[in-house]
């Protein structure tokens, strides 16, 4: 099977290792000239935790954690005002989760790609012709390739999904918030937070810092707005935006890079009724993005890739393949994106009575009967999803149904 994936990110690239490595030919395209070295701190869990170790990558993975003692919120002045132990999470989720930056992660599925799959940066789909039998690419250099399935794991602002299924406004579902993540360098600063995830503990807006090696800090930057529309540099708008915070947050504004070297967008939910359409699939946040509310974006573009995968491996055909993929992982989709709209008003709380009921919240959560309801609160409900689709790769392979 010759397969072409439109995306090098996290999902495009852990179904180019499953395919590659189950002898598939694998094209992917990535619009980036290269691997991409900003990003964000993310807690890798649950399905995709699940895939990655089925996938052989879990010690890999794990390799490239950080040790994250607690995510605290802190006020003006650096005093912490709340906070929850990781160990308490760790617990709740049975100790399978890894804190670590998303480059790391996209790195690590990199590196253990087979040596056939093809990677091509700096390529971006201008067309798709999708017929009965194939699907062929026009690539912005005028190349074309032709191969049996066309996935477009190209994020939330799909190229794929546009030229197939449509314009991105019929999909995309801004829940009022916009993001962005930045690094820079500053000793005080990381002794400040080293060890911990520190949220500052203010209303309507936020900034949270870690510290990485050396003495390098990351950034992350979260505010309430009802306009999906992005600013014309990320820069000037971060400085505006979060110009009233205190403590440490004026050191991380004024070392904010160029624009161009910022993480900055909207924060939605994508909603697609259909994945695929004909020989085109998407996967991960192009078909289903949950927001970084839910904070598992990551986990389910690597279940969703190992899921397609095997739903490609045991079908007969690719359209039953798809259908089975989309089949196994959506109910799963719709659940995390729920949990992600029913917490969002505890995100980042309107008013300082949201903050003090967040802190009170925090605080029950530390109690021992309370923290699994809120670690549920937070993951949505349990899943055997890997389990169960392995269990029916075995069945087939032995003839057992």
Known sequence: ????????????????????????????????????????????????????????????????????????????????????????????????????????????????????????????ITEVDDRADGVTVTLDDGSALTGDLLVGGDGIHSTVRTLVFGPEHRFLRHLGYHT????????????????????????????GFYGLPGNRVAVFAVHRTDDAALPADARDALRREYASLGWIAPAALAACPPAPQVYYDQVAQTQVPVWSRGRVVL??????????????????????AYVLAEEL???????????GYERALRPLVVDRQATARRSARWFVPTTRGGLRLRRAGLALAGLPFTTRL???????????????????????????G
């Open 283 to 304: 996967l991960g946040d192009a078909a289903h993005a949950v927001s970084l509310l839910a904070g598992q974006g990551a986990s389910l573009a690597v279940a969703g």
């Open 1 to 124: 099977m010759k397969v072409i994936i439109c995306g090098g990110g996290i999902a495009g690239l852990a179904l180019a290792q499953r395919l590659g490595s189950s002898g598939a030919e694998v094209t992917v395209l990535e619009k980036a000239p290269g691997p991409r070295t900003g990003g964000y701190m993310l807690d890798f869990f649950g399905p995709g935790y699940d895939a990655a170790e089925a996938m052989g990558l879990l010690p890999a993975i794990r390799e490239c954690g950080y040790r994250v003692e607690e995510l605290a919120y802190c006020d003006e002045s650096g005093r912490r005002r709340a906070g929850l132990g990781y160990g308490q999470f760790a617990r709740a989720v049975g100790g399978r989760v890894v804190s670590l930056m998303r480059p790391d992660l996209e790195r690590v599925l990199r590196e253990h790609l087979p040596a056939a799959v093809d990677v091509r940066f700096a390529s971006t």
């Open 180 to 207: 962005a993540a930045f690094s820079f360098d500053d000793a005080a600063v990381h002794a400040a937070v080293d060890g911990r995830f520190c949220m500052t503990d203010t209303p309507r807006r936020a900034m």
């Open 313 to 323: 491996a045991r079908r007969d055909s690719v359209e039953a393949a798809l259908a």
């Open 374 to 400: 809120a670690a549920g609160a937070v993951v949505g409900r349990p899943t055997d999803l890997v389990d169960r689709v392995r269990a029916g790769r075995r069945s087939v392979g032995t003839g057992r």
